[in-house]
């Protein structure tokens, strides 16, 4: 079993930046690719953010965050990045990690096996 854990969140203003974290409670050679997931208020569906598969680095990204956000890992310290710069207030939400042991459609979280507990983003006008 895999644990993912996610730090980094807080409160922003528009226009700030701010990085997330994820970190894998084991070596990341079972996983295939990580996963960055946000929801807004409750109620509303999961959306993917950007993805990184492990081995090679391919990234993939929602249109609606690129330019802005860039997903980064390493894979020493099974670890996952979100760097987001920019930000807009529609941005605001929890921000969930999520990694897949297999290739596929990374833009669907219901081929995610793993998940974190999310981290919460305010970003203020």
């Known amino acids: 079993q895999v644990q993912l854990v996610e730090s980094g969140g807080g409160s922003v203003q528009a226009g700030d930046s701010l990085r997330l974290s994820c970190v894998a409670s084991?070596?990341?050679?079972?996983?295939?690719?990580w996963g960055w997931f946000r929801q807004a208020p409750p109620g509303q569906e999961r959306e993917f953010v950007a993805a990184i598969t492990w081995c090679g680095g391919s990234t993939y990204y929602a249109d609606s965050v690129r330019g802005r956000i860039t997903i980064s890992r390493d894979n020493a310290k099974n670890t996952v990045y979100l760097q987001m710069s920019s930000m807009k207030p529609e941005d605001a939400a929890v921000y969930y990690c999520?990694?897949?042991?297999?290739?596929?459609?990374?833009?669907?979280?219901?081929?995610?096996?793993?998940w974190g507990r999310g981290t919460q983003v305010t970003v203020s006008s």
């Open positions: 999520a990694a897949r042991r297999n290739s596929g459609n990374y833009l669907s979280r219901y081929e995610y096996g793993y």
């Open positions: 084991r070596r990341s050679f079972s996983l295939y690719a």
